[in-house]
């Protein structure tokens, strides 16, 4: 796994990338969850999707990517869009796999709005189609105020309860300290600017009747933030979905139960046009 970056404009995006040096492969691009960066992949690079390039991007002011965003200029999710696309056009040289989660989904369904050419398959987990409720955005302006009194670690904190499942709660607390490792090290403004394009973003529902590939959703039976109704929902609506529950998982998956996601995107990878 090695860390790269791309120059898209003014800006730096940052990236995993588990085979530089890789031509002619197929490429899978893992798309992170709110407020995490591309560090929440790791456990993905070592070793699994054997044959793919996996590349794992940091959105815009998290991670190693810098946010030139003008201040009277809205945050929108079109803007992680936009660094996805970046990406699939300047490194991964034409249509992938794409997989986003939770915030990361947002973004993928993003970008197939904007270019679905540039996605053959699309797997969506822990996240949903529809856009915030009144109380869900009362939730997201809450947080902000979180955020300026105690910075990403308040975050951290509060976020918590809804990461993780009971099973991980109660048997594997490395990864609560993973994800708030994870979190700590975020900037507030890419944590405020993400609160607010996830805020803002629009209601897909409608889009995915028109999303014409096949289509992974992935839910840990345990997620309470983005829940196996959210996925059913999608899946119902997408025209050529499969569904997979993961059990003994919350909403942060591929930390909480690593084999049984992967195994799942492997199965689905498998079952793919050459
Ligand atoms: C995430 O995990 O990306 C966020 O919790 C999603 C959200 O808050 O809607």
């Known amino acids: 796994m090695v860390r790269q970056y791309l120059q898209l404009g003014s800006r730096t995006l940052s990236y995993l990338d588990n085979a530089p040096d890789a031509a002619g492969q197929p490429v899978l691009v893992l798309v992170h969850a709110f407020p995490m960066g591309s560090g929440m992949w790791e456990p993905q690079f070592r070793g699994a999707f054997h044959g793919w390039r996996i590349l794992a991007p940091d959105l815009r002011g998290f991670g190693g990517s810098t946010d030139e965003r003008a201040e009277h200029v809205d945050p929108s999710i079109d ?16 249509p992938v796999v794409l997989c986003g989660l939770s915030m990361g989904g947002y973004a993928s369904l993003a970008v ?16 949903r189609a529809t856009a915030d ?3 869900g955005r009362a939730r997201r302006k809450a947080m902000l105020t979180v955020l300026e009194h105690d910075g990403p670690q308040g975050v951290a904190r509060d976020m918590m309860p809804g990461l993780i499942g009971a099973t991980t709660r109660a048997g594997n607390p490395d990864v609560e300290e993973t994800l708030r490792l994870l979190i700590k090290r975020q900037s507030p403004a890419a944590i405020r600017d993400a609160i607010v394009r996830m805020m803002e973003r629009p209601d897909s529902m409608a889009l995915l009747p028109t999303i014409q590939v096949p289509t992974l959703v992935i839910v840990g039976d345990e997620d309470t933030l983005t829940p196996p109704a959210d996925a059913e929902a999608m899946a119902a609506a997408l025209p050529q979905a499969s569904l997979v529950r993961i059990a003994g998982a919350g909403h942060m998956v591929n930390l909480e139960q690593g084999q049984a996601f992967e195994a799942s995107i492997d199965d689905f990878l498998a079952s793919l046009p050459a």
């Open 133 to 135: 409720t009144l109380e």
């Open 112 to 127: 197939m709005r904007r270019a679905p050419q540039l996605v053959r398959a699309l797997i969506l987990a822990d996240t």
């Open 79 to 94: 803007d992680y869009a936009e660094d996805v696309i970046g990406l699939i056009r300047d490194v991964a040289h034409g």
